[in-house]
């Protein structure tokens, strides 16, 4: 199979990696900047292009698009055009996602959007307590998620790329990337309600914290926290339930279950995985992510998390923002 990476960044860069980790037979790169391109082809000894016409004419069987958000649909309507199974980077804009849909109807071919968090060891454990019924009926939930935007890639000045920009700000990119997994944990959104803004002096215009209530289909509250200030990276996931409380410390890498009825609490420690440096996140979620992509265009099985699905969750992302904008609570749509 031969893979083509469009956006030699670190997603990109991470997702050579990723590939090499599952022996992927032959990997193409294509970036318009040259610096990219020479650290790839050195760093990894792939062939990479300038042009994309140059690298598509290589007739790949898979597209990893690993651009800036805001020119994720362009590329994939290109895969999506040449019967090219595509994986496409965490987005954060519905402009163009319909039109995605109905180019890829009646293809045979593999559209599978970003959904890196549901391949996060501490959440699979926590959605197979929760199919287990470990603790009963989940009442309510608080989730806070927080990293200082200067610190996201601390080889690059924030303000030079994507996560200063206001259309796909990093504070608004994390709102989705987080909403997919709690969403495949805890069901489907029923009302939400939103209050953002700008609280730092980061030197870029776009809000730096939501915060988000959120009514979800069983009747569970929630509140969500997503900043860009926090100056250390923060995931904390805290579920009540009629028997119990789950909590989730990213730092630790630890879920912790407390029981009512054994009046105890019991650890579910999260092995050590391989952190590169300068990165934040272990790649192992990310090799295991593209490896079900993989497998989904072999046949194994169905890709987990489809266009549909990713509409459906920026349109919370929208909803959020209409509702810190009015002021008013958004009732969803089925």
């Not at 990165?279 to 979620?285: G, L, N, Q, S, T």
Request: with cysteine; proline share 3%.
């Amino acid at each position: 199979m031969r893979f083509l990476i469009v956006g030699l960044g670190s997603m990109g860069r991470r997702r050579v990696r990723n590939l090499k980790t599952l022996k992927a037979e032959e990997i193409l790169g294509f970036d318009l900047q040259p610096e990219r391109r020479t650290q790839v082809a050195g760093e990894y000894g792939i062939e990479v292009f300038s042009r994309f016409e140059d690298a598509i004419s290589k007739r790949p069987d898979a597209m990893i698009i690993a651009t800036p958000p805001d020119r994720h649909i362009e590329y994939a309507r290109e895969a999506a055009r040449r019967n090219i199974h595509f994986f496409m980077e965490a987005s954060v804009l519905l402009d163009g996602l319909d039109s995605l849909v109905e180019e890829c109807k009646g293809k045979r071919i593999v559209a599978a959007p970003s959904c890196t968090m549901r391949f996060h060891p501490s959440i699979r454990t926590m959605k197979s307590l929760l199919d287990q019924n470990t603790i009963g009926k989940i009442l309510a939930f608080n989730y806070h998620s927080g990293q200082y935007l200067p610190d996201w890639h601390p080889w690059e000045n924030y303000r030079r790329y994507y996560v200063s920009k206001r259309e796909t700000g990093g504070c608004r990119e994390m709102v989705p990337f987080e909403l997919c997994w709690i969403t495949w944990l805890l069901g489907s959104v029923k009302s939400i309600s939103c209050m953002k803004g700008k609280l730092s002096k980061l030197d870029a215009d776009i809000d730096d914290i939501y915060q988000i209530l959120l009514e979800l289909d069983q009747g569970v509250l929630g509140n969500m926290q997503v900043d860009t200030i926090s100056r250390i990276p923060y995931r904390f996931f805290k579920m009540i339930s009629e028997q119990g409380v789950v909590l989730w410390d990213w730092g630790r890498r630890t879920v912790s279950v407390y029981n009512s009825s054994a009046k105890e609490w019991k650890d579910y420690p999260q092995e050590k995985g391989r952190v590169v440096e300068g990165y934040v996140m272990e790649d192992d979620m990310y090799v295991n992510e593209i490896e079900h992509f993989i497998d989904a265009i072999r046949g194994r099985h169905k890709y987990m998390y489809s266009l549909e699905d990713d509409k459906r969750i920026l349109e919370l992302l929208n909803a959020s923002e209409r509702s810190a904008s009015e002021r008013i609570r958004i009732e969803m749509k089925d």
